[in-house]
């Protein structure tokens, strides 16, 4: 027989969670099938969320309060709902009626939850597409006001020519190169390439 449960997240700071608790009474649930957990102002850990999921077996009802418990973002929420209705796990959304996979069986009920997943694909390449435009705009109005973008070249050390040479010419280590310079072994060589990469790009300049 499957087994109705709850899941809701609720803040730390709500005082109205007794009228979630009479709609669970109304709607038959146990107490011992409800599962909450709490938002505070760093979010939520959903602990008790993946406690739910591995009791969760085929034809079972998971009833959730908002989409949203699902996941934090669309993309979460699409992997959510699509690992747990392809496991034959009935999703039934109380804010959105419609959603409730109860009322669909067999081809329809497939068609459905494929509308649904479908839907909130869209809604999440729009989200994306958005934050594109607006990372795009906001590119474009730095380099438009002067604002240099990207990480900045490594500076070089004063003595970095005079230690380069010394150790081009085999005077003094790798390892004592960089003790003089003070400098980490990724540093060395990373400041080594972008020199040697300058030098040949300013002889290829002048020709020589």
């Known amino acids: 027989m ?35 957990d709490y938002k505070d102002e760093n979010g939520v850990e959903r602990e008790n969320y993946f406690k739910l999921k591995q009791l969760l077996r085929p034809e079972d009802i998971l009833n959730i309060d908002s989409i949203n418990a699902l996941g934090e973002n669309l993309g979460e929420i699409v992997r959510e709902w699509q690992e ?4 034959g796990i009935n999703i039934r959304v109380l804010d959105m009626p419609l959603i409730d996979t109860t009322l669909y069986k067999g081809l329809t009920g497939n068609y459905i939850s494929e509308v649904v997943v479908q839907l909130f694909t869209y809604f999440l390449e729009q989200e994306k597409e958005q934050v594109k435009n607006k990372q795009a705009k906001g590119i474009q109005k730095a380099r438009k006001n002067g604002v240099i973008l990207g990480r900045p070249k490594a500076q070089l050390p004063p003595n970095f020519n005079q230690v380069y040479f010394k150790w081009k010419n085999m005077q003094i280590t790798a390892v004592e190169a960089m003790k003089q310079l003070g400098l980490k072994k990724s540093t060395f060589y990373k400041l080594i390439k972008q020199y040697e990469d300058n030098f040949k790009k300013s002889k290829l300049g002048t020709g020589k």
């Open 2 to 36: 499957e087994k109705n449960y709850y899941y809701t997240q609720v803040s730390i700071l709500d005082q109205g969670f007794e009228k979630q608790m009479a709609i669970i009474h109304q709607m038959g649930i146990a107490e011992t099938e409800v599962f909450i």
């Open 84 to 87: 747990i209705t392809l496991n």
